[in-house]
């Protein structure tokens, strides 16, 4: 009896935990949505390897042995070569973003690898210095083993003591400090986390007080009440922003070689993204729990995962490349990795911004939609 009882009433209290679980819509999906996220998100996102990194050759030796020599890189999976007409195109190019590394082959590579010394110059974009480091270590590698088949297939000239030494020259991040690499794109997670965060509670908490109803019979605008909503938090985020920034600079020594004026506007101009973000989940959602757990999924998690922050985005097939590039983070993490390392390059500046606008005035746009439906 004693038994049965204890049967019955665990079998009542689990009926009704489950019943309690299956009503609960926002806990029953963050628990399923949350593993399959995690899922795809490591496994397809994560990868430290470097696949077709662009390195521009520049050929002042166009011997057939410099030839079969930088021909070894075409064979690597992990290099795609493109070709500079001279050292000022390719640094260009590299300034562009357009390349990742140059090679540059000296007039005098054929004489000194006859002579068991040649030597090349390799220079490395250094604003990733993980990238730069892996694409380092795949030059040298094709090299070598492009001059190893040369001697075995024909020229006997290479062979035994020939040997070449690669110079690299890192640019923008000449000690490849990571440190330097990681400061920036931590603001940007502090910004996405700052932001999203602290408005997904806003209007949930308002409609699960009752007191948004209040605002009804008032003369107040959708639009006022959206920005009303953001300004304070605005300067939150603007007092976080100068903290990151002294950090950066005098606790790291991270160098700030772009405008300082650009890296604060387009800061502010991502918070308001961020901010305006968190205030939307708010509005759908009308719950602080649900609110605060979409938050978390929409903007903290994406940023660190597919925004560029841990590995280079070139890395990860091309459906994940696809929705990193829809995400705002993905842009910011650009543009101010660019700002604080390689400076002010204006086409990169013009473009990101452009696209963190966009987001802000949509953003803002559908909130004052969801408020706009009992207000007016």
Not at 182 to 194: A, D, F, S, Y
Not at 335 to 360: E, H, Q
Request: aromatic share 8%.
């Amino acid at each position: 009896m004693i038994a049965s009882g204890f049967t019955s009433r665990l079998f009542a209290l689990t009926r009704k935990e489950t019943r309690q679980m299956l009503r609960d819509r926002s806990n029953l999906t963050v628990g399923l949505l949350l593993p399959v996220m995690l899922i795809l998100l490591f496994g397809y996102g994560l990868s430290f390897d470097v696949k077709d990194a662009r390195i521009a050759i520049v050929l002042e030796d166009s011997s057939p042995a410099t030839l079969n020599a930088v021909a070894g890189l075409a064979g690597s999976p992990y290099l795609s070569p493109i070709w500079g007409h001279s050292i000022v195109d390719a640094e260009a190019m590299i300034r562009a973003g357009e390349a990742d590394a140059i090679l540059r082959v000296p007039d005098d590579f054929t004489r000194n690898l006859v002579a068991g010394n040649g030597q090349l110059q390799l220079i490395l974009n250094g604003v990733d210095s993980n990238t730069a480091q892996s694409i380092e270590g795949y030059a040298t590698a094709a090299i070598a083993n492009a001059l190893e088949h040369l001697s075995d297939r024909s020229d006997k000239r290479f062979a035994g003591g020939s040997s070449v030494v690669m110079v690299p020259r890192t640019w923008f991040n000449e000690a490849g400090t990571s440190t330097w690499f990681l400061v920036p794109g931590l603001i940007v997670l502090v910004m996405t986390l700052i932001g999203a965060f602290l408005t997904s509670l806003l209007i949930a908490r308002e409609w699960e007080r009752g007191t948004l109803e209040s605002l009804f019979v008032t003369p107040v605008r959708p639009l006022e009440l959206v920005l009303s909503k953001l300004a304070p938090y605005v300067v939150i985020g603007a007092i976080d922003l100068v903290m990151c920034l002294l950090a950066a600079r005098y606790l790291f020594d991270v160098p700030i070689r772009g405008s300082l004026w650009i890296i604060v506007v387009s800061s502010l101009l991502y918070l308001l993204v961020s901010l305006s973000l968190g205030l939307f989940i708010s509005g759908v959602t009308r719950n602080q729990f649900a609110a605060s757990q979409m938050a978390l999924l929409a903007s903290f998690m994406p940023a660190m995962m597919l925004s560029g922050f841990v590995f280079d985005l070139r890395n990860v097939p091309l459906v994940v490349q696809g929705i990193s590039q829809i995400l705002p983070a993905t842009h910011f993490m650009s543009l101010i990795k660019t700002l604080f390392l390689a400076g002010d390059y204006w086409p990169s500046i013009w473009k990101n911004c452009a696209v963190l606008a966009l987001y802000a005035v949509i953003l803002i746009a559908l909130t004052r939609r969801l408020l706009a439906k009992k207000l007016e």
